[in-house]
T-cell receptor, first 114, second 113 residues
Framework: DVKVTQSSRYLVKRTGEKVFLECVQDMDHENMFWYRQDPGLGLRLIYFSYDVKMKEKGDIPEGYSVSREKKERFSLILESASTNQTSMYLC?????????????FGPGTRLTVT | AQSVTQLGSHVSVSEGALVLLRCNYSSSVPPYLFWYVQYPNQGLQLLLKYTSAATLVKGINGFEAEFKKSETSFHLTKPSAHMSDAAEYFCAASRGGTYKYIFGTGTRLKVLA
């Protein structure tokens, strides 16, 4: 069974803290994604990685960075958390090849910044 | 710019009634299209996908969707709603044949007993 896991289901951080969200997949997928989910806005792509150490900005990269040192792990970093980054964060992975390959999602991390 | 529109952020149906969730896309080239479901406190799970092989696509849990190029639509249907179908549903399209998707804003389905 395919698996995408995220390090925390719930996280509470203070404004200005550096926050790390971790994602691990066990499917040997080349592509990994970080999304942010907000009510009424759907899922918005923050960053995308298509290989180790390779990354591409998504639609809303401001205030975020990412790291992919190993194929199975993709980290989202909030350098200085702000209250407007309170949200649900979803990680996903997919194979490369024809873009019909579906994305597999983790359970999400609900981050609250106070 | 490419976009995906889901009409109706909330839809309520009675148990046993037809489920119809609407999705329209804007693209000069028909993209690959997907429907995902999100149950409470879970990630997204693929229901079905359109990859140009057949316009009527059958998915899991009795759902199906029909691709209509003339209407730029990919509506999701299920003949008879079950209480367990209560969830949020997202339509997504691949961007210009890339691995990246654009998602609609979601439709929350409520099933009434």
């Amino acid at each position: 069974d395919v698996k995408v896991t995220q390090s925390s289901r719930y996280l509470v951080k203070r404004t200005g803290e550096k926050v790390f969200l971790e994602c691990v997949q066990d499917m040997d997928h080349e592509n990994m994604f970080w999304y942010r989910q907000d009510p009424g806005l759907g899922l918005r792509l923050i960053y995308f990685s298509y290989d180790v150490k390779m990354k591409e900005k998504g639609d809303i990269p401001e205030g975020y960075s990412v790291s992919r040192e190993k194929k199975e792990r993709f980290s989202l970093i909030l350098e200085s958390a702000s209250t407007n980054q309170t949200s649900m964060y979803l990680c996903a992975s997919s194979q490369q090849g024809p873009s019909t390959y579906e994305q597999y999602f983790g359970p999400g991390t609900r981050l609250t910044v106070t | 710019a490419q976009s995906v529109t889901q009409l109706g952020s909330h839809v309520s149906v009675s148990e046993g009634a037809l489920v119809l969730l609407r999705c329209n896309y804007s693209s000069s080239v028909p993209p690959y299209l997907f429907w995902y479901v999100q149950y409470p406190n879970q990630g997204l799970q693929l229901l079905l996908k359109y990859t140009s092989a057949a316009t009527l696509v059958k998915g899991i849990n009795g759902f199906e969707a029909e691709f209509k190029k003339s209407e730029t639509s990919f509506h999701l249907t299920k003949p008879s709603a079950h209480m367990s179908d209560a969830a949020e549903y997202f339509c997504a399209a691949s961007r210009g044949g890339t691995y990246k998707y654009i998602f609609g804003t979601g439709t929350r389905l409520k099933v009434l007993a």
